[in-house]
Each structure stands twice: as structure tokens, then as C-alpha cells.
């Protein structure tokens, strides 16, 4: 069974009186321990897709479902219970609270978590040791270079264990040395059994994935797997 399945997916707003087709239907599976990226031109769809795998927009029709669990049944409570649980977000702006140190930020979603604070200390700086920046715990935000910042919200997002990242252009703001640091990041967490789904317009990246998606007017215009190009290449 698939960890991630999204079944005839739709998403209409409407804004004065225009009707606008964000996604038209669809339908995709998702394997455990994939690295997902997901592309195409503005307005294709992709943020939305997303949005709706984060249980931040619901779908006009259709169905999600994560590790058989069916979303958008949920109630709000529940599924704000299910973000915590299964999901960790990771965005192209950081996110960072900059009155908070790197340690502090990163111990933000465990504020629910009914622990002992210096396990939570620890938890967090476990967690940015584990992405390279445990002797910049005690750094405020606007102390840090870009790429550190985020490194930062990775491990923010990783921070409560999260079976699933979900990250939105999160090179978007970099220079291209940083960025391929930031995805040879995501592909360590990746390789260590991290399934994680990623947004981008930036084509350099997508070497890095094991699987592409690519939108186009709210469809999935191609799906391709870096096996099957390996071996088209070969052909």
C-alpha cells in the first residue's frame, strides 16, 4: 500500500465571479521513503498540491490519503493533530522567529509535547547537530547566512520525527553553492529512509530527486522516475 495517495484531486477558487481550475484531477501514489519533487510553470498547481497534502486547503473534490489515513474526513482538530503527527513543513522564507535563538526555533513544535524542557533542549540540538549546525545553536536568525537559516527550519521540521517533510522552494532564496548544499542535505535525510515531497522552479535541482511530477495546468503532465531516465539515456 502506497504511503501517499492523492484520488482525483480538484481545486476550484473563485474570485469575482471567475472560476479558477488550480487542479483538475489528480490521481498519484507516493511510495514511503520517496524523494518527491514536484515542478512546473507558475500556475500549474504545485503549491496547491501541497497546501492540500499539509492539510492546509481542502480539496473541492477528491480524496487524500496518508498512511491510510483519509485527511480530509478529519475534523479541523484532528487534522491539525495529524500535522503535528506526520508532517513536517519546510518553506522557501525560513520562518523564523528572530527574537528566538537556532535552538529555540527549532524547539517550537514541540511546545505541546508533554516532556521534560531539557529533553526538549536536547532533542533540538540533537537534531541540529544532525544537519551540521550544533555550534550555532545559541545564534539568533539574523546572525546566520541564508543557507544556515535554512538548515535551521529543516530541523525545525524534522525536530518531532515527522514521517513525511513537505518542503516549498526551499532553494528558492539561495545562491546556487547554498542550494546544492541544501539538497545534498535533503538527500542525506532522504537516504536515511526520509519520504520527503518538494516544490520547486528551479530544473538544477532535479537531479536530485527519485521521482519528478511534473504540473501543467492542474495536471500531471509527466511522472518520471530518475531510473527510468537512466535507463531511456542507456537506450
Known amino acids: ?59 473541492t473534490e477528491g480524496a487524500v490519503v496518508v498512511d491510510g489515513i483519509d485527511l480530509y474526513q478529519l475534523n479541523s482538530e484532528k487534522r491539525a493533530d495529524f500535522r503535528r503527527e506526520y508532517l513536517g513543513f519546510v518553506f522557501q522564507a525560513f520562518n523564523l522567529i528572530p527574537y528566538l ?13 508533554k516532556i521534560h524542557s531539557r529533553q526538549k533542549k536536547e532533542m533540538a540540538h540533537s537534531v541540529l547537530q544532525r544537519v551540521g549546525l550544533g555550534h550555532r545553536a545559541g545564534h539568533l536568525p539574523n546572525q546566520l547566512s541564508g543557507g544556515e537559516q535554512e538548515r535551521v527550519a529543516i530541523a525545525r521540521a524534522l525536530v518531532n520525527e515527522p514521517p513525511l517533510i513537505l518542503a516549498d522552494e526551499p532553494t528558492g532564496s539561495l545562491d546556487t553553492g547554498t542550494s546544492r548544499e541544501i539538497m545534498q542535505l535533503l538527500s542525506v535525510l532522504n537516504k536515511e529512509g526520509q519520504t520527503i515531497v518538494m516544490v520547486t522552479h528551479n530544473d538544477e535541482v532535479r537531479s536530485y530527486f527519485d521521482r519528478t511530477l511534473l504540473l501543467r495546468d492542474g495536471l500531471i503532465a509527466k511522472d518520471v522516475c530518475k531510473r527510468e531516465e537512466l535507463y531511456a539515456r542507456v537506450g
Do not use: R
Open 1 to 59: 500500500m502506497s504511503f501517499v495517495q492523492f484520488s482525483n484531486l480538484h481545486k476550484v477558487y473563485n474570485s469575482d465571479a471567475v472560476e479558477v481550475k488550480a487542479l483538475d484531477g489528480i490521481s498519484v501514489e507516493i511510495e514511503e521513503g520517496a524523494f518527491v519533487g514536484v515542478m512546473g510553470p507558475s500556475g500549474s498547481g504545485k503549491s496547491t498540491m501541497l497546501s492540500i497534502l499539509g492539510g492546509l486547503c481542502h480539496p
Open 101 to 113: 535563538t537556532a535552538e529555540e526555533n527549532v524547539m517550537l513544535p514541540l511546545a505541546v509535547k
